[in-house]
């Protein structure tokens, strides 16, 4: 890598973005004038509301109710609410209903032989409810005036009879830690819309504009490699993005000072101390640089796939909708940043920057998330760079090349699928698992188990037939060597070691997830063996290969390098099986399984691996007495604590595995139809 390179490149995309006046616009008019200018039209909103609120004549009617009583509850209401104006109509019983559905009263009272007092309003009307909640203030109030007097009448003490206790409120937390309360459940969904809305039109400016322009066939001939490239883009939408979302920060925070402040000032109380919030702002800032940089990695894949300006808007739709479902997870009251939660993708900077404003510092913690968005940053940058050496990806279909709507009279036999196939399959499949799938879990109990499987099977064939693909090359059908099946077992061997210890690792340190996986498979447990085994061992052994080792990864290998097929097909693979304590171990199980797949030619090889590896887990969770007589199996399992030498040794035992298998499958040719 050529920093000077590097620099020339970075120049060069600083300066193409700023000439984009939208892109200016974005980055420094709308943070500076937009949060002034939302309060103050809040502001005015507001006092507009509370003027028309005051000029506003609420209607209530009393019928068949004690001359006293209504008295007494007009005093309360006016005294109550001396600000509004009341009106009483006169209404006979007979037509309480038809004046209050004509809007002629906003509420009447009325009295039967069951209830003394009924107050009939209309909830779909808010002014009606507003009267109903005043209403009930003073009927309250009212409630608690006879008490008192027929307590009194009674010569009886009413303190000691209505007042047993006494008690008071007294809140210890300090004007600052309110309002960061308040503030922490806006400020980092505020946030992650800022850095997307910067960093997203500057990564199609850069990406899908250039191909527009016809730029990039030039950028391509020119003497740097595809990672010094994609890293100046890299590097200048990531600039753009945290200056944009810095501006925004600035604004916005002293926006909700000022109005804090206001809010305060107005009814006596005491100013807020914006030095109290000075190390939350600068870790935030901190925070910011690092999501900005994932968030910049993200938008620049997917929009590298868009083959015009027009289309890579349309992936920014669902991109946008949701970081914004994620960050608005974050708000919720009893999510906290924890170990597991710190290393999920922008929940995980939400609950930081959420938690830093309550005044609450976690450094350890603030340092997991830190690393883990510099982890899927790296992560996202290689398989960029990955995916900037591919001319089919570069100047292909996209996702926009979806055969699946063209006529099926009209399609070639023996095509293969597009990117846009890939993703409108998965997202087919997962319209299906959520309602087939649920359906039948609440039908069907264990047997959803085989539903979903099904689903899995199905609908990556049919489809493949629909659209006459080649069937054998898509999938790779293809007879295995007997030593390739040997080197299956052998490289499954390795996989269990490593995914044993890691799995035992990751399951002292997320407990909760930990319990929640086993709870998901207790219905399961009940099961027969064999039933076990069916569910559990051959049919994701068939169904899941031919989902994720055939039809996505057969596609995806068409398109770009085979070794990023490969790991954008083991991370869907992970990401199916929505797991935190198992994602580490499925990714790389499923790389492994894809690899042995891609080496031998044949699916039925990753079928074998995946097969003996799911009936280890059967045994082991049907049988876990057993297993823990083993004693190897005994601090793998938890049932004792796992020691760094005994760790040690099982990974290189784990790693020795995996290498012996890769070696005794071998290495077969790229796949072509002559050798299928």
């Known amino acids: 890598m050529n920093t000077k390179r590097i620099k020339a490149l970075l120049k060069r995309e600083i300066i193409d973005v700023l000439r984009d006046r939208k892109t200016l616009i974005m980055m420094v008019l709308i943070p500076i004038f937009l949060y002034p200018l939302m309060i103050f039209f809040m502001s005015f909103i507001m006092s507009a509301m509370l003027g028309t609120s005051s000029e506003k004549v609420y209607k209530i009617a009393f019928v068949d109710i004690m001359a006293e009583d209504v008295q007494a509850i007009k005093d309360i209401l006016e005294e109550k609410n001396n600000e509004l104006q009341f009106e009483y109509p006169v209404i006979e019983a007979a037509g309480a209903e038809t004046a209050l559905n004509h809007q002629d009263v906003h509420v009447y009272l009325s009295s039967s032989e069951d209830v003394d007092v009924t107050i009939t309003y209309l909830s779909a009307e808010s002014d009606s409810l507003k009267v109903m909640s005043m ?7 009212y409630l608690d005036e006879l008490r008192i007097e027929r307590v009194e009448g009674k010569g009886l003490d009413r303190e000691e009879i209505l007042e047993p206790i006494s008690f008071a409120n007294r809140d210890l937390s300090t004007t600052e830690e309110t309002m960061g309360n308040a503030m922490g459940g806006v400020i980092p969904v ?42 100046s883009k890299f590097l ?15 604004s916005m925070g002293v926006a909700l000072a000022f109005l804090g402040n206001m809010l305060l000032g107005g009814t006596g109380g005491e100013g807020i101390h914006l030095a109290t919030f000075l190390p939350a702002m600068l ?13 910049t990695a993200v938008c620049l894949f997917f929009c590298l796939f868009a083959k015009s300006f027009k289309e890579a808007n349309n992936y920014a739709t669902p991109i946008m909708l949701v970081f914004m479902l994620v960050a608005f997870l974050g ?5 906290e940043l924890s170990v597991m939660t710190a290393g999920i993708p922008i929940i995980n900077t939400a609950l930081m920057v959420k938690q830093l404003f309550q005044l609450r510092y976690d450094y350890g913690l603030f340092g997991i998330v830190l690393a883990s968005n510099a982890v899927y940053s790296f992560l996202m940058m290689w398989l960029l760079a990955k995916v900037y050496r591919s001319e089919a990806v570069l100047f292909g279909e996209g996702f926009s090349g979806v055969k699946l709507f063209a006529r099926r009279s009209e399609m070639k036999k023996g095509q293969m699928p597009g990117l846009g196939d890939v993703v409108l399959l998965i997202c087919i499949i997962f319209l299906a698992l959520f309602y087939i799938g649920n359906a039948a879990a609440l039908r069907f109990g264990a047997g959803a188990v085989a539903v979903n499987q099904a689903i899995l099977l199905l609908v990556p064939v049919l489809y493949a037939w629909y659209l006459k693909n080649d069937g054998k090359r898509l999938f790779s059908i293809r007879a295995p060597k007997v030593r390739q099946l040997v080197g299956a077992a052998v490289l499954c061997i390795g996989q269990l070691l490593l995914n044993l210890v890691i799995s035992s690792v990751l399951a002292r340190l997320m407990p909760e997830s930990t319990d929640i996986l086993e709870q998901n498979f207790e219905i399961l447990m009940e099961q027969p063996f064999i039933v076990l085994c069916l569910l559990l061992v051959f049919m994701p052994a068939i169904g899941e290969e031919l989902l994720f080792r055939g039809f996505i990864f057969g596609t995806l290998r068409e398109k770009m390098r085979p070794l990023t097929a490969m790991f954008i097909s083991a991370v869907v693979f992970s990401l199916f099986h929505m797991s935190l304590v198992k994602i580490i171990p499925t990714f790389l199980i499923g790389f492994f399984i894809v690899l042995a797949a891609q080496r031998s030619g044949s699916i039925f090889v990753g079928m074998v691996i995946h097969l003996l590896n799911n009936l280890f887990s059967a045994v082991s969770m049907k049988y876990p007495e057993a297993m823990y007589n083993i004693p190897l199996m005994r601090p793998l399992l938890g049932a004792e604590e796992l020691t760094l ?19 005794i499958i071998g290495k077969r040719k790229r796949i072509t139809n002559e050798n299928l």
Request: aromatic residues 4%; glycine residues 4%; contains cysteine.
């Open 283 to 295: 870790v935030t800032i901190v925070a910011m640089l690092f999501f900005a940089l994932f968030v």
């Open 190 to 231: 505020m946030m992650v819309v800022t850095i997307l809305l910067a960093a997203i039109y500057p990564a199609i400016d850069v990406t899908a504009g250039e191909k527009e322009r016809g730029t990039l066939e030039t950028l391509i001939t020119l003497p740097v490699t595809s990672f010094e490239m994609i890293m």
């Open 135 to 141: 209403v009930m203030d003073a009927l309250v109030i």
């Open 331 to 335: 708000a919720l009251p009893d999510l």
């Open 236 to 250: 200048a939408v990531a600039m753009v993005a945290c200056v944009s979302s810095l501006l925004n920060i600035v």
């Open 645 to 663: 030498p005994l760790a040690a040794a099982l990974l290189a035992a784990g790693v020795l595995g995996t290498a012996v298998g890769l070696m």
